[in-house]
């Protein structure tokens, strides 16, 4: 099982971070799982210019990181977005990489290029998790459609989709002292093993 994993967030090691750490601490306790995290703050992804040259290229033209981040995320079996919000929606840095993937939506609906193997498809999951500092019932809301167009265009669907959300943790470590955050983690880094193993023939879920 192979898992890319984002830090989005522009502050390190932060709430979003941390819980993005203990998920991947969990599925790295099974055989056989591979994990990579990318710290958007330690390469360059550009926010989309919208000149819609990837509609005839299938490949964005600006020169940043991108291009090797897209083969990181076509090869995941499991991709991981991990967020702060940020004015009721994600970070800069998470956004400007949804944007991005303006390239997957070229090539898969206007070039009509697979963006991912047959074989990849229906055996893809994606994850979200996200901290907020607000305990507001809404103050997710703005972030997930966003997220549910990122998944959909790296060919995740939408019930391959799992969340992971906490909120009432804005001090930097504030997420440390949370009840139940480092068990549900680690517990949904189990289950997206389990869930894979089933999808892909090795085991139930």
């Not at 790296?154 to 906490?166: G, P, R, T, W």
Request: proline share 5%; charged share 25%.
């Amino acid at each position: 099982m192979n898992v890319c994993a984002f830090a989005t967030s522009p502050r390190r090691h932060g709430n979003s971070e941390t819980l993005l750490d203990w998920l991947l601490a969990s599925m790295k306790d099974h055989p056989g799982v591979a994990v990579e995290k990318i710290a958007l703050d330690e390469i360059t992804i550009n926010p989309c210019r919208g000149c819609n040259a990837c509609e005839k290229l299938g490949h964005c033209i600006q020169e940043d990181d991108l291009p090797w981040v897209l083969e990181k995320i076509i090869a995941a079996d499991c991709i991981v977005l991990a967020s702060p919000i940020f004015c009721m929606g994600l970070c800069a840095q998470a956004k400007a990489l949804v944007d991005r993937t303006q390239v997957f939506r070229s090539r898969k609906y206007v070039l009509k290029i697979p963006v991912v193997p047959p074989e990849q498809k229906g055996k893809r999951l994606g994850v979200f998790l996200s901290t907020a500092g607000q305990r507001w019932d809404i103050v997710f809301d703005g972030a997930i459609p966003s997220v549910k167009c990122f998944f959909h265009l790296s060919e995740v669907k939408d019930q391959d989709i799992y969340y992971l959300l906490v909120d009432g943790v804005d001090e930097k470590g504030a997420i440390e002292s949370h009840p139940t955050a480092r068990s549900d983690a680690a517990a949904l880094g189990a289950e997206l093993v389990g869930r894979f193993s089933a999808m892909t023939g090795g085991g139930p879920a």
